[in-house]
């Protein structure tokens, strides 16, 4: 059966049995409908979250299908909970770019998903609208004044850093013309459009730790200039309070369940190669309030989700995790070993061996945050025997825990094992999480030790717009955020086609977007847009609806 089939036999639990299983009564949430519900922020207990042991969940350089970590946060989840550690899996919202593109949604599959999946794929609880409109009345705002004649800031337009959004891959809006039309049209600029997924408000709302540090956050946001070169911040055009006003819902975490009828978070949808990749901590902190262990996942490979989780997330929200569960698949390992996309499912010893530089860069990855790492093979009908029996010889040999985890096939089941080797790791308390870096090292430090530690690059190159924006944000006493490097998922360094582990390469910087409001500085690097465009061929094309309203071709 299909992810969408299999959904469509489960017997859901009304929201108000799951929110009691959580922690929290009934009277406390916001439904939404039968199955879905708002939690408020006020059932976070700081003192009671530290208690809880934080597992994250990345993986390797992936193919572009991806390699199953939701998949793997949820079945982890749902093992953890068969062997009776009360446990919490926290995700992230899916964008319907990825939806109606080639990815697919993000509720996991098979055996391993939460529930209701068509909700959560198309639209959830607003959360994606709410954050579009916030960002886009603060573009509105900004053009109006460059309009205005008596309350202008004197905002010049060429400085204007800040763009529109709308939750779609449309590489068509990615460079636009506004304000055409004539005088009372506006001031013509150019501009463009960003996924919502990348909106600096997504950001803001994935990093704040309540109303009042929301509002702070979204007034410090960058604009641009005046004409006497003076910055402006959206506090300047008194935007803070009315799109704070906007996320007033958009801020609480939604509660939902899993196919095995358990508690789980789902909050923000920030992707890693242009975001910080990593659901919000408000929604962490709040399954950590409640739970023994908390299972969350960080976008696309180590070297991009897990880096930024680490490095931002952990360091803005104290937070430290016990282990990181690497998600690994022999067709990926075979990719990056050379094997054709195409032929990923035939055996293929060579290939495997070949690619498996790639798991051993991203296991030393994960030592340098001194957090121990679980490898979770995840089992696909096409894997060999000799393929799985070579992958658990490696891990032996490094002395690294591993379990072959049939999550999609099993669900909780075929994740006892895997839980099993987490629930040792944290209780032989080896980790001690460690930063890459400390924020009040230079910019260009902070970006050379994530491109030469965490990547593999030789060094890492400037060009002559990437150095302007070093002195301006110089200028802006700025030196001191973290940094979400803006790169391909595909390959460890900035160029998609060098598969594997690469090496002797060099990390080119294009330019550096300033996130005052988020706390962060976003270095884009080789070919990466901040505007997805879709496939030849988009999923969009395989999704209908029936008279009595069944939705088919989701995944």
Same mark, same amino acid.
């Given at each position: 059966?299909? /992810?969408?089939?299999i959904a469509?036999?489960?017997?859901?639990k009304?929201?108000?049995?799951?929110a009691?299983?959580?922690?929290?009564?009934?009277?406390?949430?916001?439904?939404?409908?039968?199955?879905?519900?708002?939690?408020?922020?006020?059932?976070?207990n700081?003192?009671?979250a530290?208690?809880s042991h934080?597992?994250?969940?990345?993986a390797?350089s992936?193919?572009p299908a991806g390699?199953?970590?939701?998949?793997?946060?949820?079945?982890?989840?749902?093992?953890?909970?068969?062997?009776?550690?009360?446990?919490?899996?926290?995700l992230?919202?899916?964008?319907?770019?990825?939806? *109606?593109g080639?990815?697919?949604?993000?509720?996991?599959?098979?055996?391993s998903?939460?529930l209701?999946m068509?909700?959560?794929n198309?639209?959830?609880?607003g959360?994606?609208?709410?954050?579009?409109?916030a960002?886009?009345?603060?573009s509105?705002i900004i053009?109006n004044?460059?309009q205005?004649?008596?309350?202008?800031l004197?905002i010049d337009p060429?400085?204007?850093?800040?763009?529109?959004?709308?939750?779609?891959?449309?590489?068509?809006l990615?460079?636009i013309i506004?304000?055409?039309g004539?005088t009372?049209s506006g001031?013509?600029?150019e501009?463009?459009?960003?996924?919502?997924?990348?909106s600096e408000?997504?950001?803001?709302?994935?990093l704040?730790e309540?109303l009042?540090?929301?509002?702070?956050?979204l007034?410090h946001i960058? =604009?641009?200039?005046t004409?006497?070169? %003076?910055?402006?911040?959206?506090?300047d055009?008194?935007a803070?309070?009315?799109?704070?006003a906007?996320?007033?819902?958009?801020?609480?975490?939604?509660l939902?369940?899993?196919?095995?009828?358990n508690p789980?978070?789902?909050?923000?949808?920030?992707?890693?190669n242009?975001?910080?990749?990593?659901?919000?901590?408000?929604?962490?902190?709040?399954?950590?309030?409640?739970?023994? &262990?908390?299972?969350t996942?960080a976008?696309?490979?180590?070297?991009?989700g897990?880096?930024? *989780?680490f490095? =931002?997330k952990?360091?803005?929200?104290g937070?430290?995790?016990?282990?990181v569960?690497?998600?690994?698949?022999?067709?990926?390992?075979?990719?990056?070993?050379?094997?054709?996309l195409?032929?990923?499912t035939?055996p293929?010893?060579?290939?495997l061996?070949?690619?498996?530089?790639?798991?051993?860069?991203?296991?030393?990855?994960i030592?340098? *945050?001194?957090?121990?790492?679980v490898?979770?093979? %995840?089992?696909?009908?096409s /894997?060999?025997?000799?393929e =799985?029996e070579?992958?658990?010889?490696?891990?032996?040999?490094k002395?690294?825990?591993v379990a072959l985890?049939?999550?999609?096939?099993?669900?909780?089941e075929?994740?006892i094992e895997?839980?099993?080797?987490?629930i040792?790791v944290?209780?032989?308390?080896?980790?001690?999480f460690?930063?890459?870096?400390?924020?009040?090292?230079?910019?260009?430090d902070?970006?050379? $030790?994530i491109?030469?530690e965490?990547?593999?690059?030789? &060094?890492?190159d400037?060009?002559s717009?990437?150095?302007?924006?070093?002195?301006?944000?110089?200028h802006?006493?700025?030196?001191h955020?973290?940094?979400?490097?803006?790169?391909t998922?595909?390959?460890l360094?900035?160029?998609?086609?060098?598969?594997?582990?690469?090496?002797?390469?060099?990390?080119?910087?294009?330019?550096?977007e300033?996130?005052?409001?988020a706390g962060?500085?976003?270095?884009? $690097?080789?070919?990466?847009?901040?505007?997805p465009?879709?496939?030849i061929h988009?999923s969009s094309?395989g =999704?209908?609806?029936?008279?009595?309203?069944?939705?088919t071709?989701?995944f």
């Open positions: 059966m299909t /992810d969408l089939q469509k036999t489960i017997t859901l009304p929201i108000i049995d799951i009691k299983t959580f922690g929290i009564d009934s009277d406390h949430i916001d439904m939404y409908g039968k199955y879905k519900a708002k939690l408020p922020l006020k059932a976070i700081k003192e009671q530290h208690k934080l597992i994250l969940v990345s390797i992936p193919t390699e199953g970590k939701t998949t793997m946060s949820i079945g982890l989840s749902e093992g953890l909970n068969r062997l009776n550690k009360k446990t919490t899996v926290v992230r919202e899916p964008s319907l770019g990825p939806v *109606f080639i990815k697919g949604g993000a509720t996991g599959g098979g055996f998903q939460v209701p068509e909700d959560i198309l639209h959830f609880t959360d994606f609208a709410a954050i579009e409109k960002h886009n009345l603060l509105a053009d004044n460059i205005s004649k008596t309350t202008s004197q060429r400085t204007v850093s800040w763009k529109r959004v709308i939750d779609m891959n449309d590489r068509a990615r460079r506004v304000g055409l004539g009372t001031v013509p600029r501009t463009g459009f960003d996924i919502t997924a990348a408000i997504m950001a803001i709302l994935c704040a309540n009042n540090d929301l509002k702070t956050r007034g960058f =604009i641009g200039y004409y006497d070169r %003076n910055p402006i911040y959206a506090k055009l008194k803070q309070g009315a799109m704070a906007l996320l007033k819902e958009a801020i609480k975490p939604n939902v369940q899993t196919i095995e009828g789980a978070i789902i909050h923000g949808g920030p992707f890693a242009i975001a910080q990749g990593t659901n919000s901590v408000i929604a962490t902190l709040m399954a950590m309030s409640h739970s023994d &262990y908390t299972v996942e976008g696309f490979g180590f070297d991009l897990a880096e930024k *989780f490095d =931002i952990c360091q803005s929200a937070l430290k995790p016990k282990a569960v690497l998600t690994t698949t022999i067709r990926a390992l075979k990719y990056h070993g050379g094997a054709d195409n032929s990923l035939e293929d010893l060579e290939a061996k070949n690619g498996l530089p790639n798991l051993e860069k991203h296991l030393e990855n030592y340098k *945050f001194k957090v121990a790492p490898i979770a093979i %995840n089992r696909f009908l /894997d060999s025997d000799e =799985i070579f992958i658990l010889d490696f891990a032996k040999s002395g690294v825990k985890a049939d999550v999609w096939a099993k669900g909780g075929g994740a895997l839980a099993q080797c987490v040792d944290v209780e032989s308390n080896t980790s001690e460690k930063p890459l870096y400390d924020w009040n090292s230079s910019v260009t902070k970006i050379e $030790t491109a030469t965490i990547y593999g690059a030789e &060094y890492v400037y060009t717009k990437a150095k302007a924006d070093l002195k301006k944000i110089s802006l006493g700025l030196d955020l973290p940094i979400c490097i803006a790169k998922q595909k390959s360094s900035d160029n998609p086609k060098l598969l594997g582990r690469p090496k002797d390469f060099i990390i080119t910087v294009r330019e550096i300033i996130a005052a409001g962060f500085l976003i270095p884009i $690097t080789g070919d990466i847009m901040r505007m465009g879709l496939p988009p094309e =999704i209908d609806i029936s008279d009595d309203g069944e939705i071709g989701l």
